[in-house]
């Protein structure tokens, strides 16, 4: 939080200047928002971090600027620190926030408004951080799960193969879905892959994951990839078993016991329709998809 406040300010004192001199940006930027996010948002601040910043303007706006420049896309440098600036509309991160796309919630539920000149930032910011609606942590939940047992299942046959970079691709996805599912379960939205698990351990389904990946991290130093051994003995596998029912008692313990998750390979389509027709704004009185009535 210190951080988040210590760039925050800086920002509010760097960027009139920064904008009044700017040949394009001083044009547009009193009529937008302009919103801190990524790593420095997240209180990372470190010699690999930047400072990243959202301008959000009208679709209007945006037109306007991009006939006067050739890129939305703006650099700057404060207090040592690089920074760069992009345009964008706020109809589309409103739009895409209704889909919910859970990267850019994340992003917005850590964000940090420098300007916000219309109230539309704020806005925005407080639809991201609302409580995630129930169809959507069902639906969502629902989904990563079914592909988790997919891509476990897709590390059989290399495992008795040997095929020590298949294995290592479908497990990486196993995982990553895994720890979206834990996300999905404890009604987190979840960041770009970059950052999954420094958020999944802070939830409480991410972090009953934690032993299990950290375990699977040591197996692929000790070179477990070229097991010689079936599957069922593989200690990979056995370790991807073990979150798989960490998956399956947090569920049930939440009241989710539906039929897909032992028979999950029936219900893949209905999965993925789930998600993408579910919004983060929930209608009234319908029915979380993946449950049953």
Same mark, same amino acid.
């Given at each position: 939080? +210190?951080?988040?406040?210590?760039?925050?300010?800086?920002?509010?004192?760097?960027?009139?200047?920064?904008?009044?001199?700017?040949?394009?940006?001083?044009?547009?930027?009193?009529? #937008?928002?302009?919103?801190?996010?990524?790593?420095?948002?997240?209180?990372?601040?470190?010699?690999?971090?930047?400072?990243?910043?959202?301008?959000?303007?009208?679709?209007?706006?945006?037109?306007?600027?991009?006939?006067?420049?050739? *890129?939305?896309?703006?650099?700057?440098?404060?207090? !040592?620190? $690089? !920074?760069?600036?992009?345009?964008?509309?706020? !109809?589309?991160?409103?739009?895409? &926030?209704?889909?919910?796309?859970?990267?850019?919630?994340?992003?917005?539920? *850590?964000?940090?408004?420098?300007?916000?000149?219309?109230?539309?930032?704020?806005?925005?910011?407080?639809?991201?951080?609302?409580? +995630?609606?129930?169809?959507?942590?069902?639906?969502?939940?629902? =989904?990563? =799960?079914?592909?988790?047992?997919? =891509?476990?299942?897709?590390?059989?046959? @290399?495992?008795?193969?040997?095929?020590?970079?298949?294995?290592?691709?479908?497990? #990486?996805?196993?995982?990553?879905?895994?720890?979206?599912?834990? +996300?999905?379960?404890?009604?987190? $939205?979840?960041? =770009?892959?970059?950052?999954?698990?420094? #958020?999944?351990?802070? *939830?409480?389904?991410?972090?009953?994951?934690?032993?299990?990946?950290?375990?699977?991290?040591?197996?692929?130093?000790?070179?477990? &990839?070229?097991?010689?051994? @079936?599957? #069922?003995?593989?200690?990979?596998?056995?370790? +991807?078993?073990?979150?798989?029912?960490? &998956?399956?008692?947090?569920?049930?313990?939440?009241?989710?016991?539906? $039929?897909?998750?032992?028979?999950?390979?029936?219900?893949?389509?209905?999965?993925?329709?789930?998600?993408?027709?579910?919004?983060?704004?929930?209608?009234? !009185?319908?029915?979380?998809?993946? *449950?049953?009535?």
């Amino acid at each position: 939080m +210190m951080i988040k406040t210590h760039w925050t300010r800086a920002l509010r004192e760097f960027l009139p200047e920064f904008f009044d001199g700017h040949p394009v940006l001083s044009k547009f930027y009193r009529r #937008a928002g302009v919103v801190l996010h990524g790593s420095t948002a997240m209180g990372i601040d470190d010699e690999f971090s930047d400072v990243d910043l959202w301008l959000l303007q009208t679709e209007a706006d945006l037109a306007k600027l991009d006939a006067a420049s050739e *890129t939305r896309f703006f650099e700057f440098n404060l207090d !040592g620190k $690089p !920074g760069h600036l992009n345009a964008t509309s706020m !109809g589309a991160f409103s739009d895409d &926030l209704s889909k919910c796309n859970m990267c850019l919630i994340h992003e917005l539920r *850590t964000a940090a408004i420098i300007t916000d000149n219309t109230g539309a930032a704020a806005e925005l910011l407080a639809l991201a951080r609302r409580t +995630m609606p129930d169809a959507v942590r069902s639906a969502f939940f629902f =989904y990563h =799960y079914v592909e988790m047992r997919s =891509y476990h299942r897709a590390c059989d046959n @290399p495992m008795e193969r040997r095929d020590a970079v298949a294995v290592l691709l479908t497990a #990486a996805k196993c995982l990553t879905h895994a720890l979206k599912a834990a +996300m999905a379960l404890d009604g987190e $939205p979840w960041p =770009y892959e970059k950052w999954l698990h420094h #958020a999944a351990v802070k *939830t409480p389904t991410g972090s009953a994951l934690a032993p299990g990946i950290e375990t699977i991290l040591n197996l692929l130093a000790a070179d477990k &990839l070229r097991f010689e051994g @079936p599957e #069922a003995d593989n200690p990979i596998s056995r370790e +991807m078993h073990g979150i798989r029912r960490i &998956l399956i008692d947090a569920a049930r313990a939440k009241g989710i016991n539906e $039929p897909w998750l032992n028979q999950w390979w029936l219900h893949m389509d209905q999965a993925r329709d789930a998600v993408e027709n579910t919004r983060w704004q929930e209608p009234v !009185g319908e029915q979380a998809p993946g *449950t049953s009535s």
